[in-house]
């Protein structure tokens, strides 16, 4: 059974950068099928629904939220298995939990959560 940890998050100024991680461990896949799995990261504010973020799709092209595109990177490691989210430009508004999420078929496993919080 595949598990997800998440890392990086942590207090920033807004304009600041930080750096997200997501190691996935308990199966280990080969680089060539983790490049297709469906692997992305969502968030959840205070209040507010979770939402994705930014995403590998199937075909291994990405999707970001519109909210995020131009400041949010998401970039994977297939030999390492992990999934990082390069965060820049931070608002305020990003102030939420990130979770790291894999898609297998119609099964959803999700990490834990690492907490972002942009403030001055």
């Known amino acids: 059974q595949v598990q997800l940890v998440e890392s990086g998050g942590g207090l920033v100024q807004p304009g600041g950068s930080l750096r997200l991680s997501c190691a996935a461990s308990?199966?280990?896949?080969?680089?060539?099928?983790?490049?297709?799995?469906?692997m992305g990261w969502y968030r959840q504010g205070p209040g507010k629904q979770r939402e994705l973020v930014a995403t590998?799709?199937?075909?291994?092209?990405?999707a970001y939220a519109d909210s995020v595109t131009g400041r949010f990177t998401i970039s994977r490691d297939n030999a390492k298995n992990t999934v990082d989210l390069q965060m820049s430009s931070l608002k305020p508004e990003d102030t939420a939990v990130y979770y790291c999420n894999l898609k297998l078929g119609a099964h959803d496993t999700w990490g834990q959560g690492t907490q972002v919080t942009v403030s001055s």
């Open positions: 590998f799709n199937v075909d291994g092209s990405t």
């Open positions: 308990g199966r280990r896949f080969s680089g060539t099928i983790f490049s297709i799995l469906v």
